[in-house]
């Protein structure tokens, strides 16, 4: 009976620690769903997997969000014929290669060799 009693306050603590932040939630739920599948088939650990799924779906949400708005900047670079709109642009490539983003790294790297 004691580990029900556990459960029984963790799961209102993790809903209003979602609550909470909701700007940081990019992919955090479908990743604890998933992670708490995957724990409970794992020797009854759903909470862990939950958490560790958090962990993962935000990164990968995040991940994925910055190469679209990487690959989004490239474009309206190559199209636009504003000088100014451009520099903006290789500024906020320049910005999202410094955060790893593989695209802009990429076109960082042709931009130098040209």
Known sequence: ????????????????????????QAGCLTGAAV???AG???HH???LGAVGGCVVG??????????????KLIADYATSSDPRRKA???????KLARKKV????QWESQQRSR
Do not use: C, Q
């Open 102 to 105: 593989p695209l802009a790294m």
């Open 58 to 71: 935000h990164h990968l949400a995040v991940k994925k969000r910055r190469t679209a708005e990487a690959r």
């Open 1 to 24: 009976m004691p580990k029900r009693s556990n459960v029984l306050w963790v799961v209102p603590a993790f809903i209003m620690l979602l609550a909470i932040a909701p700007t940081s």
């Open 88 to 94: 903006r642009d290789a500024r906020e490539i320049d």
């Open 40 to 42: 409970h088939y794992a």
């Open 45 to 47: 650990h759903a909470v």
């Open 35 to 37: 992670g708490a599948v």
